[in-house]
């Protein structure tokens, strides 16, 4: 919700991106909000429904209490917006206050600014002036304490146009040098309003050429934008400034633009406000009948709300048709209607309107006490509001009901005197010909005859500059045209050299999410080193980026002859297709191995029947790629679909690279293979090179005991002989028996000492055998098993000099494989004996445990011996790395010991050493294994 705090005015239509993809009731209420904020002038009636769905939904989003009510008011401000195109002013109003209150509790300045912003378009639907510059300057300063920048430009171009209606000079004066003179580097809300803005400018310079064209730059952006009220407001300002320069078509042109924007907004102010001015233009180039169709459709559209002002001169330019039509009747009630509903509302103007029309037609009507008495209410509401051109016309329209009413001459000579005096003192005013014609016949009829020709000869004057000042619009309006046409081809060729552009980048950047992609889904597939994991990957990601009915991988074997199908799928049942020799003259991938190159077909060339697999489906679109390592062919891959030229350049491209990463990949498979039959070998070595280490150190310990046992036996056996010899050549005493008993017991006890001696080697070795080769789990002693391998290496530290001292306490029990922890253990002191003491005669291993918590066991073996380098520490544990190659050393005693320690106990092994201070080896080991 980062966007409450500072969401731009106009931020246009949201793309796919942002809005995102779903249908708006799948949508989150968070981007339901936003949509609304941002589509509320684009699509009014979905805007009100989101910002109800977001209003209804609010307490369940979870939001803190300063964000529901930032949301609260940003969607009243949304509401009252559409209330206020509907023309539901007081529920507009209504609305703009409960946002206020809210931005105000919430201490946000931009939010009031807003609602400011919101409150002058209200004052300006009201007709309230005074208001709209009011709220015009409070958003300003809104925005000046919010540091917003681009609003207070934005307000600041909108308060500058309302200002030339005011006081044009003055406004010219007052605004120079403080808005921008072109709209280069702004954004499409700000251009749109300084385009606007330059346009109203130009236009009351009748600079008409450039007013036209800043007004159309600024329809475009308005439109980008998503200012669909400025968007019709410019349309209705072209068709003004198009008839001022005298081309009516152009102008009619733009009105009916603007009239189609406001039927499709569905807004009734704006549609009756296009409607009326579309109708006064149709009138003006004298197609009444359209004018008259037009005009009553606005009455129609607004007569929900007679106090419009828009109805209202809808009213006065519907009673000048029916006049020029010679309606007088009809434009008399009209008129009429005009000034009753001018009183209520207070519209002075309209009234004026209404009252002069009224006049004529009571002239018209020859109703002339009635036509006096209205022409003179009209003239006195012209004094009141300085009306001075319309004072004239009314002075001149007296004149005429005096000439009706067959008064005296010099009262009918004095009313157009009157008139043309007023009008040559008017600044900017040129007196209608027909005015001083009249006069000058006046005047003639009065005897005055001099003063009736200079009044002749000043008609003449006017209507002379009066027919150059027309052809001078006819030139100016084919100038403008031209300029027009000029700045139109301009911007429809900039318009497609940006849509070239665009389709440009829009394809750089598809070719650069299409690389990325491919990027991330080879680093999938290289990782993986096992083939069957390796299809599955490539089965996955081909199906997501191509259009694939079949798939198949064929690899080819050690002898490159035959390439074997080792992957084919087709709509998801797996096939296998026979070998392929290197030579069949029809497959496609043989001749993949052969000629080293790719075969896209379907386009131009359809695939031989001779290389449809058997039992798979004819596809139109098929393609075939080697997987070459450098230049070596690993295999062939095929993807084939049913549908016709289903592959272009882009598929080729994916397919291409996605054929380089599972060359790499199932080169890889292969190698690791290999590899991993290669260490299992060497793991089996290793550990018998163990067992040989132990059997030897075991069969060296039997030696003493059974030695031993055979010299007591022998050393018995001649005492026998002896003794049985004695008895058959003499009498022996009882002493000699009791000799001979005793020496015989003695030798038959030391035996059995041997033999328990024996035997409990053979136990330690015999567990420790079943435990290596059984994996069993079972309940142990640490104290116990680290004493057997004691025992079973004891000849090998002995002839090392190295005295190994156990520091285990006793009754410390494990459950988990006694034999794999007895085979680290063993790894660690051969390593210890093999590169620890080496160049010395002695040394010194200590094997200690504790307890780490209720649930670990810390064991360590520490040596004082020559210690590892940092670069030998850092690489103690990879596999195949020995600081004795080439010396019967294998590289993988310690990672055998890292893999039996992480997986099958469970726990965790680590190594710290200096050089010169020795190593030591901790093992972290659950007390129960996993």
């Known amino acids: 919700m980062d966007w409450l705090r500072r969401p731009a005015l106009f931020p246009g239509r949201l793309t796919s991106a942002v809005a995102g993809a779903d249908a708006p009731a799948s949508q989150s209420l ?30 369940s989003m979870g939001l803190p209490a300063s964000g529901a009510q930032l949301l609260s008011a940003r969607m009243a401000l949304v509401r009252a917006e559409i209330h206020l195109q509907q023309l539901r002013l007081d529920e507009a109003q209504q609305g703009v206050l409960a946002a206020r209150a809210l931005f105000a509790a919430c201490n946000d300045d931009c939010g009031l600014a807003d609602a400011c912003w919101l409150d002058h378009l209200l004052a300006n639907d009201r007709g309230d002036t005074q208001g709209l510059r009011r709220a015009l300057l409070e958003a300003l300063d809104c925005a000046e304490r919010a540091a917003e920048p681009e609003r207070q430009l934005f307000l600041q171009t909108v308060l500058a146009r309302s200002d030339m209606f005011r006081d044009a000079e003055q406004a010219r004066q007052d605004w120079a040098g403080r808005l921008p003179e072109s709209i280069e580097g702004l954004s499409p809300m700000c251009a749109a309003a ?20 800043w007004f159309e730059r600024g329809f475009e952006l308005a439109q980008a934008s998503g200012q669909l009220r400025r968007a019709m407001a410019l349309a209705s300002n072209l068709g003004y400034t198009f008839t001022s320069a005298s081309d009516y078509a152009r102008a009619i042109d733009w009105l009916q633009r603007g009239l189609e924007l406001a ?91 209404g009252e002069l029309g009224r006049a004529r037609c009571l002239l018209r009507l020859q109703r002339l006490v009635e036509a006096q008495a209205a022409a003179q209410g009209a003239q ?37 005197l009157s008139a043309s005096r007023l009008a040559a003192v008017i600044e900017g005013y040129r007196p209608p010909p027909a005015l001083l014609e009249e006069t000058a016949e006046a005047l003639a009829a009065a005897g005055r005859h001099q003063e009736a020709y200079a009044s002749a000869r000043q008609a003449a004057q006017v209507r002379k500059d009066s027919l150059s000042d027309e052809a001078a619009k006819r030139a100016a309006a084919l100038q403008l045209h031209h300029q027009i046409e000029a700045l139109a081809a301009e911007r429809e060729h900039l318009r497609r050299l940006a849509e070239a552009e665009s389709a440009r980048a829009r394809a750089l950047e598809d070719a650069q999410q299409v690389l990325s992609h491919l990027s991330r889904v080879g680093q999938e597939i290289t990782a993986e080193l096992v083939a069957e994991r390796v299809f599955d990957s490539l089965e996955r990601h081909v199906h997501a980026m191509l259009h694939v009915a079949c ?10 002859t035959q390439l074997h199908c080792a992957f084919g799928v087709e709509e998801g049942q797996p096939f296998v297709d026979p070998p392929v020799p290197v030579d069949a003259p029809h497959s496609y991938c043989a001749r993949c191995v052969r000629e080293r190159c790719s075969f896209v077909l379907g386009v131009d060339e359809q695939p031989h029947e001779g290389s449809q697999v058997p039992g798979t489906s004819q596809m139109l679109s098929v393609m075939f790629a080697p997987l070459m390592i450098s230049e070596r062919v690993v295999g062939v891959m095929t993807v084939q679909s049913p549908r016709a030229a289903a592959y272009g350049q882009r598929e080729e491209l994916i397919f291409s690279s996605l054929c380089a990463y599972a060359a790499i990949a199932l080169d890889n498979a292969r190698a690791y293979q290999r590899l991993s039959e290669l260490q299992r070998h060497l ?18 310990e039997l030696n003493t005991p059974i030695g031993n046992s055979l010299l007591v036996s022998s050393a018995l056996l001649s005492d026998a002989r002896d003794f049985e010899g004695r008895v058959a050549r003499e009498a022996l005493r009882r002493s000699d028996w009791q000799q001979h008993a005793t020496r015989a017991r003695e030798g038959l006890e ?181």
Not at 30 to 49: F, H, P
Not at 204 to 209: D, K, P, Q, T, V
Not at 683 to 700: F, P, R, S, T
Request: charged share 20%; proline share 4%.
């Open 551 to 560: 798939m198949a991988i064929y690899l080819l074997d050690e002898a490159g």
């Open 263 to 353: 039927r499709g907004a569905g807004w009734p102010g704006s549609i009756g406000l296009c409607l009326a001015q579309t109708g006064e233009a149709m009138r003006r180039v004298g197609q009444v009948q359209a004018a008259r169709e037009l005009l009553q459709e606005c009455l129609d559209t607004l007569a929900g709300h007679p106090d419009n002002r828009t109805l209202l001169l809808a009213l006065s330019y519907l009673g000048q048709v029916e006049l020029d039509c010679g309606h007088a009747p009809e434009s008399l009630a009209i008129f009429e209607t005009l000034v009753q509903r001018a009183l209520q509302v207070g519209s002075s103007d309209l009234r004026l309107d």
């Open 30 to 59: 968070e981007t339901l909000a936003l949509r609304a904020w941002a589509e509320r002038q684009l699509d009014s009636r979905q805007a009100m429904a989101w910002a109800d769905a977001v209003l209804e939904g609010l307490p």
């Open 380 to 416: 006195d509401l012209a004094r009141q509001l300085q009306q001075q051109t319309l004072q004239v016309e009314l002075l001149w329209l007296q004149a005429a009901i005096a000439r009706s009413a067959a008064a005296p001459p010099a009262e009918v000579l004095e009313g157009l």
């Open 683 to 700: 793991m089996a070595q290793e550990k018998l090179a163990a067992l040989g280490a132990m059997v030897a150190g075991v069969a060296h």
């Open 750 to 930: 030391v035996i059995e000492r041997c033999m328990d001696t024996a035997a409990a080697l053979v136990r330690s070795f015999k567990q420790v055998a079943v435990d290596r080769s059984a994996e069993q789990r079972r309940r142990y002693e640490l104290l116990e098993l680290c004493q057997q391998c004691h025992q079973s290496l004891g000849l090998m530290l002995r002839r090392a000099g190295v005295l190994l001292d156990i520091a285990v306490p006793a009754g410390l029990l494990l459950h988990g494989y006694p034999g794999a922890l007895s085979q680290v253990l063993v790894i660690l002191i051969n390593n210890a004996v093999t590169h620890a003491f080496e160049g010395r005669e002695e040394g010194r291993l200590r094997m200690e445990a504790q307890l780490n918590g209720p649930h670990q066991v810390l064991l360590s073996l520490r040596d004082d011996g020559a210690g590892m380098s940092p670069a030998v520490l850092k690489r103690v544990f990879e596999p195949f790395f020995t600081t004795k190659f080439g010396q019967g050393g294998s590289g993988l005693g310690l990672a055998i010991c890292l893999n039996i320690v992480e997986t099958l106990l469970g726990g965790r092994i680590r190594v710290s050493s200096e050089p010169g201070k020795g190593s030591c080896f901790t093992l972290e080991l659950p007390l129960i294994a996993p």
């Open 194 to 213: 300084l385009a606007d803005f330059l346009g109203v400018r130009e236009g009351l310079l009748s600079h008409y050429s450039a007013s036209a064209a």
